[in-house]
């Protein structure tokens, strides 16, 4: 799985035909209104091992590990290119 979200980043970050600001990655953020906080993918700076960073609104750097990756998903087309759910 963390394999998966790592290539899906990494795709989303570096393939020429695709525009991160057309992806959101959905996490699991307590405190959040149902946990669940949606990052946009051209807010994420680097793809790590184990985890992405990303830039909050405030501009700080925040590392998430990819366990905490519930959803991918192109916000234009609505397709989705990770779920958590098909995984379990």
Known sequence: MVSLIRNVLNKIRWHKGL???DYEV???HRGAPGDVKVV???HITQVLSGGFK???TNGDEKVIPYH???LIR???SGDVLFSK???E
């Open 74 to 76: 192109n916000r234009v």
């Open 68 to 70: 905490r990756v519930l």
């Open 40 to 42: 946009p993918a051209s």
């Open 26 to 28: 959905y996490i699991v």
């Open 85 to 87: 759910k098909d995984k």
């Open 54 to 56: 990303f830039k909050d």
């Open 19 to 21: 525009d991160p600001k």
